[in-house]
């Protein structure tokens, strides 16, 4: 028996022996929390080979399902036994008015970051994080981006500092430099996280999420970026054919560059994605630049790569019909309630929670 498997029959007898809520709760926060079980061993992919990376995540997901499920039937079962306990040493006073209550709900943010990293962890990619506040090495100077680039201005970009040498990164790219600085080749990850640009409309915020991807080994080709991609939006918008089109394009940490298209229609004032004669741009692409590989300490005569970026917010928006970005942060319940997730709802694949 593996480590991890010793570790996931730990966790189920301190599941199966807990003996209240309270005690329950603090299990939850060990495996499914930001630093527990499930977390850590998603970021242990990053130094695994390819095929041990996807038998690896294939039994994390499961190991997860197995362990939200048991989760729930003791949550539930407790929950019922102390209601019993509290009734027997109760009187109740059936005059009085009833008890205002809520049930909370997982944000569509964070729901389709779980989806995201669910796709990605099964074809072998691991998880990797960064600062929020980053240095102008790292968010431009590293990703090959000019000094004189239009998003080095204060308008585009949040500075801290009147040197404007640390910043609120603009993007999620300075994880693949940091990620490669620290490691060798190959490398297969995805870098989820919050970005921050002095814009805000129907379809732009101060603040949004956004998802890098970066795919570093010896002969990797845009045919491998192409199929990726494919294999994801099919899974996320969970459809059997896409209609997709790489749409030539220019960003400095890239070359070649391209955007991403895919084909929509509109049906009873409804977007159907996959199908018809309309195109709808989704996310940016590339094969990584050789001075981004050079800057991270990666030999570009042995390795190449590609690298995506994925709008995590605009990905919501699409898939679960909300039409203005600025109520993700609006802080409205009755809005949170309407397009949010339980999260009591069990599993039923790999995916994360259903709706």
């Known amino acids: 028996m593996s480590d991890f498997e010793k570790l996931i029959n730990r966790f189920k007898d301190k599941i199966n022996n807990a003996h209240n809520s309270?005690?329950?709760?603090k299990i939850r926060s060990e495996i499914f929390g930001k630093s527990g079980l499930i977390n850590t061993e998603f970021k242990k992919l990053g130094s695994l080979s390819p095929d041990d990376k996807k038998k690896i995540a294939s039994e994390i997901n499961n190991a997860k399902q197995e362990l939200t499920k048991l989760f729930n039937q003791k949550s539930t079962g407790l929950q019922d036994t102390e209601i019993d306990e509290q009734l027997k040493k109760e009187k109740d006073d059936v005059t009085l008015p009833e008890k205002d209550f809520?049930?909370?709900?997982i944000h569509?943010?964070?729901q389709v970051i779980d989806e995201i990293s669910s796709i990605f962890s099964e074809i072998g990619f691991s998880v990797e994080e960064g600062p929020d506040v980053e240095s102008e090495y790292y968010n431009f100077t590293a990703l090959n981006t000019p000094e004189n680039h239009p998003a080095k201005d204060m308008h585009d970009t949040f500075y801290i500092e009147e040197n404007m040498k640390t910043l609120l990164r603009t993007h999620?790219?300075?994880?693949?430099v940091r990620t490669m600085l620290k490691g060798k080749p190959p490398f297969k990850i995805i870098a989820p996280g919050r970005t921050y640009r002095s814009d805000s409309d129907q379809t732009h915020t101060p603040m949004f999420h956004q998802l890098e991807g970066l795919h570093i080994d010896k002969n990797i080709t845009m045919g491998h970026l192409k199929g990726c991609l494919n294999y994801f939006i099919k899974e996320f918008f969970e459809i059997n054919?896409?209609?997709?089109?790489?749409?030539p394009s220019h960003f400095p940490f890239t070359e070649p560059s391209a955007e991403v298209d895919i084909g929509y229609r509109i049906e009873n004032n409804?977007?159907?994605i996959g199908e018809g004669d309309k195109w709808l741009e989704i996310l940016g692409c590339g094969m990584v630049h050789p001075n981004v590989l050079k800057n991270s300490k990666v030999d570009p005569n042995k390795y190449q790569g590609f690298a995506f970026g994925i709008g995590i917010d605009r990905l919501a928006m699409l898939k679960y019909g909300i039409n203005d970005l600025r109520s993700f942060f609006e802080c409205d319940y009755r809005w949170l309630n309407y397009y949010g997730f339980d999260p009591l709802d069990v599993p039923t694949n790999y995916r994360g929670l259903s709706k």
């Open 172 to 176: 999620t790219s300075p994880v693949q």
């Open 241 to 247: 054919k896409i209609k997709m089109r790489f749409r």
């Open 22 to 25: 309270l005690e329950l709760d």
């Open 270 to 272: 409804k977007i159907i």
């Open 108 to 110: 569509p943010v964070s």
């Open 102 to 105: 809520s049930i909370g709900k």
